[in-house]
Structures are given as structure tokens and as C-alpha cells.
């Protein structure tokens, strides 16, 4: 059974910084792309970040770039963002999800999506 577990959010201040965790299981996990993606309330999901644990390639949404990095510890199985310079905009339900191959910040590609964790900046 895939799973997939965030953890890591919580409530900062505008310019703090977070780091987000993902650890997944059943599934080979070197095989897969991850992505996080991220909903607030009254809006649409919306691609964050992700990665290919394939070649490493990553993706990141216009909105987080330079803030944001994505990594991959594909010993542990874990698939980390760490978001810095955080604004109140970011303030969403950050969710992983895991599809085969490649990363994409397509959410409706993928198939397997964890409980979410919430991330909350304030001003």
C-alpha cells in the first residue's frame, strides 16, 4: 500500500523559514517522482515543487523560486522542502503525492497523495 506522510508545518512568521517532510513507503521509491503541492482555502491546488528520484531533475512554480528547494534522501525514503523568506501568501495545506517516473506540477497526474500538513505565515 503507498503511503505517503507530511509533517513539518506549522505557524511562522513573514520572512521564517520551514522545512517539510515527506516520507513515503510501498513503493520503489527511486522510481518515482514527487511533488508537493499546496491549497488554501477558496483556491485551486496549485504545483509547488518536485523531483525525480530517477535523474534529480526538479520543477519548481514560479511563485517559490529562490525560496523554495526540494531534495530527495532516497535512503530514508523521504523527500524534503525547505521554504525560506516565507510571506502570508504562502499560507496553504502543503501536500506530497507520488506518481512513476518523472516529477511534474501537474496535480491531476498523480495518483497517490498524502493527508497534507498546514503551513501558516503570518504577518
Known amino acids: 500500500e503507498v503511503q505517503l506522510v507530511e509533517s513539518g508545518g506549522e505557524l511562522v512568521q513573514a520572512g521564517g523559514s520551514l522545512r517539510l517532510s515527506c516520507v513515503a513507503s510501498?513503493?520503489?521509491?527511486?522510481?518515482?517522482?514527487i511533488g508537493w503541492f499546496r491549497q488554501a482555502p477558496g483556491k485551486e491546488r496549485e504545483g509547488v515543487s518536485s523531483i525525480s528520484n530517477i535523474d534529480g531533475s526538479t520543477y519548481y512554480a514560479d511563485s517559490v523560486k529562490g525560496r523554495f528547494t526540494i531534495s530527495s534522501d532516497n535512503a530514508k525514503n523521504t523527500v524534503y522542502l525547505q521554504m525560506n523568506s516565507l510571506k502570508p501568501e504562502d499560507t496553504a495545506t502543503y501536500y506530497c503525492?507520488?506518481?512513476?517516473?518523472?516529477?511534474?506540477?501537474?496535480?491531476?497526474?498523480?495518483?497517490?497523495w498524502g493527508q497534507g500538513t498546514l503551513v501558516t505565515v503570518s504577518s
Open positions: 510501498g513503493f520503489t521509491f527511486d522510481n518515482y517522482g
Open positions: 503525492a507520488a506518481r512513476p517516473w518523472g516529477g511534474s506540477l501537474v496535480p491531476d497526474i498523480y495518483g497517490n
